[in-house]
């Protein structure tokens, strides 16, 4: 028994926990009748599809040494779903399911193992005692379950990967269930071929050599690397969001915001045995608040790539509907997926049009953003403060939002428990506006006259956005002013000159008299003190 469980790799609890319902009543029939017990008549399954319940029931079945009879439905959901919403032929085959499993007649030495992906679909007649009595949850497997089930995968295959990268692999594969694990082997290989191929991999002399394919083929951690790049986790297909890779050098400035986002995201992974030692947390959600353009976005795309986690976004154009209570669900559903691929990550832009303030004084309401007790911005706002700390487990889900009007939010939001750190953004200061420059004039030639700390001192007010603009700006004016608005002969006899091909300190000048900064003195102070009312 213990060399056939080797066959299901991160899948060993569940694996022991229907062994010993069903092995019972088949292997050890004596005992039971003598105890005069009567041993669970049903076992349901459930957990996300592709997790492997099939190939965990063949196996059960193979090590009892039992005929095993399918049925597809091809899930129980769809054979036997909830009778009030089902039509008259489907609640026929609940009833008769029901008179089958326990009916007058003794089953004998039978056990029913039903599988489903959505549990809360079937019958809940079908689910008490004397008929399914067990139910067995199959979890999207963690990062030491990959690991063995990519070991595993990849026993008889060919490759190079070392303990590092496969810890690596295990790691960046997170939300990936049995089935996408192996669907990633399966590609990863196949990359390794057609490398080999463009190469040109002399296949028909590979006998005469001494050497068989997959000898010459081995499959290398870029080969993994590039199907990963194309086989996003099935969890996650729907929900995800790619984000453009974004590294903490490529943000200017904002040391203290970027010290406070890497302590609350990195630090619980880094240091997990620590943090559970002194009976800390990690933190269950970060708002970022201030002035437009100041990267706050750009902070989150950071966080997502240096963490590994499970990327999921909610705005409010894609979020509200004008059916009454696709709203809370489409909430409910991104909670429900980010929890299947924890750790993950679940970004709300522009938090304020989604969760505003409630408006207790006003009576009734209707289904607009606001006016009334029973909105649907109130009824999105309690079922988010439900799914970040109700009774649901939310471990491993970190709740990021972004706003430029943090007075707007529910104060129910900003408590601990739910956002336990509020950070502002400010805008950039000499330092980062002079390193913000810096990065959007990496791949523009500057002229020699072009001084990145003169032009930091005069463009004060201005966010990272409108630098971003000011450099985009400037390179746009000596294209048209330079190189696309001289001669077709001048272009000829003057292709390489540096001073044509390159931005100038002109060109910024003008660039600056175009592009305004976004902020005022003003705005800044409104800013001040909207922070100090709202907490």
Not at 352 to 355: C, E, K, L
């Given at each position: 028994?213990?060399q056939?469980?080797?066959?299901?790799?991160?899948l060993?609890?569940?694996?022991?926990?229907l062994?010993?319902?069903?092995?019972?009543?088949?292997?050890?029939?004596d005992?039971?009748?003598?105890?005069?017990?009567e041993c669970?008549?049903?076992?349901?399954?459930?957990g996300?599809?592709g997790v492997g319940?099939?190939?965990?029931?063949?196996?059960?079945?193979?090590?009892?040494?039992?005929?095993?009879?399918?049925?597809?439905g091809?899930?129980?959901?769809?054979l036997?779903?909830?009778?009030?919403?089902?039509?008259?032929?489907e609640?026929?085959?609940?009833?008769q399911l029901?008179?089958?499993?326990?009916?007058l007649?003794?089953?004998?030495?039978?056990?029913?193992?039903a599988?489903?992906?959505r549990?809360n679909?079937?019958?809940?007649?079908?689910?008490?005692?004397g008929r399914?009595?067990?139910?067995?949850?199959?979890d999207v497997p963690?990062?030491?379950?990959r690991?063995r089930?990519?070991?595993?995968l990849?026993?008889?295959?060919?490759?190079?990967?070392s303990?590092?990268?496969?810890?690596?692999?295990a790691?960046?594969?997170?939300g990936?269930?049995?089935?996408?694990l192996?669907?990633?082997?399966r590609?990863?290989?196949?990359?390794?071929?057609?490398r080999?191929?463009?190469?040109?991999l002399d296949w028909?002399?590979?006998?005469?050599?001494g050497?068989?394919?997959?000898?010459?083929?081995?499959?290398?951690?870029?080969d993994?690397?590039?199907a990963?790049s194309?086989n996003?986790?099935?969890l996650?297909?729907?929900?995800?969001?790619v984000?453009?890779?974004v590294q903490?050098?490529?943000?200017?400035?904002?040391e203290?915001?970027?010290?406070?986002?890497?302590?609350?995201?990195?630090w619980?992974?880094?240091?997990?045995?620590?943090?559970?030692r002194?009976?800390?947390?990690?933190?269950?959600g970060?708002?970022?608040?201030g002035?437009?353009?100041?990267s706050?976005?750009?902070l989150?795309?950071?966080?997502?790539?240096?963490?590994?986690?499970?990327?999921?976004?909610?705005n409010?154009?894609?979020?509200?509907s004008?059916?009454?209570?696709?709203?809370?669900k489409t909430?409910r559903?991104?909670f429900?997926q980010?929890?299947l691929?924890?750790?993950s990550?679940?970004?709300?832009?522009?938090i304020?049009?989604?969760?505003g303030k409630?408006?207790f004084?006003?009576g009734?309401?209707?289904e607009?953003?606001g006016?009334g007790?029973?909105?649907?911005?109130?009824?999105?706002?309690s079922?988010?403060?439900?799914e970040?700390?109700?009774?649901?487990?939310?471990?491993?889900?970190?709740?990021?939002a972004?706003t430029n009007?943090v007075d707007?939010?529910?104060?129910?939001l900003?408590r601990?428990?739910?956002?336990d750190?509020?950070?502002?953004?400010?805008?950039?200061?000499?330092e980062?506006?002079?390193?913000?420059?810096?990065?959007?004039?990496?791949?523009?030639?500057?002229?020699?006259?072009v001084?990145?700390d003169?032009l930091?001192?005069?463009?004060e007010?201005?966010?990272?956005?409108?630098?971003?603009?000011v450099?985009?700006?400037a390179?746009?004016i000596?294209?048209?002013t330079?190189?696309?608005g001289?001669?077709?002969?001048?272009?000829a006899?003057d292709?390489?000159?540096?001073?044509?091909?390159?931005v100038?300190?002109q060109?910024?000048k003008?660039?600056?008299?175009?592009v305004k900064p976004?902020?005022?003195?003003?705005?800044l102070l409104e800013?001040s003190?909207?922070?100090?009312?709202?907490f």
């Open positions: 028994m213990t056939n469980l080797k066959v299901l790799p991160g060993e609890g569940p694996t022991k926990a062994l010993e319902v069903v092995s019972y009543p088949l292997l050890y029939p005992l039971i009748a003598r105890l005069n017990i669970p008549k049903g076992v349901l399954l459930h996300p599809p319940k099939t190939l965990l029931v063949s196996t059960v079945a193979h090590i009892c040494r039992a005929q095993m009879v399918t049925i597809y091809p899930e129980l959901d769809a036997t779903p909830h009778r009030a919403d089902s039509q008259a032929h609640s026929r085959v609940v009833a029901l008179t089958l499993m326990d009916g007649v003794s089953r004998g030495r039978v056990v029913v193992i599988a489903t992906n549990p679909s079937i019958d809940p007649a079908l689910r008490r005692p399914f009595d067990r139910e067995i949850r199959m963690r990062e030491n379950d690991r089930i990519i070991e595993g990849i026993k008889n295959m060919p490759h190079t990967l303990e590092e990268e496969l810890g690596g692999l790691r960046m594969t997170n990936f269930v049995g089935a996408d192996e669907a990633l082997c590609e990863s290989a196949l990359g390794a071929v057609h080999n191929i463009a190469a040109g028909n002399n590979l006998g005469r050599a050497t068989t394919a997959a000898e010459a083929v081995s499959v290398t951690m870029a993994f690397k590039r990963f194309t996003a986790p099935s996650q297909r729907g929900y995800a969001v984000v453009e890779p903490w050098s490529d943000i200017g400035g904002l203290a915001v970027k010290t406070q986002l890497r302590q609350a995201v990195e619980p992974v880094l240091y997990k045995e620590t943090f559970s002194l009976g800390l947390k990690a933190p269950r970060i708002l970022l608040y002035p437009p353009g100041c706050k976005t750009t989150v795309k950071a966080v997502v790539t240096n963490s590994g986690s499970s990327f999921l976004s909610v409010g154009a894609a979020l509200y004008s059916y009454v209570g696709d709203s809370e909430i559903e991104t429900h980010a929890r691929s924890a750790p990550i679940i970004f709300f832009d522009e304020d049009t989604i969760v409630r408006n004084s006003s009734g309401g209707g607009g953003g006016g007790g029973d909105s649907v911005q109130e009824r999105v706002l079922t988010m403060l439900n970040m700390d109700g009774v649901e487990n939310a471990a491993g889900v970190l709740i990021v972004a009007r707007l939010i529910d104060k129910a900003l601990p428990g739910r956002f750190r509020i950070v502002y953004v400010p805008p950039p200061d000499l980062a506006r002079r390193q913000i420059l810096g990065i959007y004039t990496r791949e523009i030639p500057l002229a020699e006259d001084d990145l003169a930091a001192q005069i463009t007010m201005y966010t990272g956005a409108d630098l971003q603009n450099c985009r700006e390179a746009l000596a294209l048209r330079r190189i696309l001289a001669s077709t002969a001048t272009r006899a292709e390489t000159a540096p001073s044509r091909e390159s100038n300190a060109d910024f003008q660039s600056l008299a175009s976004s902020l005022t003195a003003a705005m800013y003190s909207t922070g100090q009312r709202a």
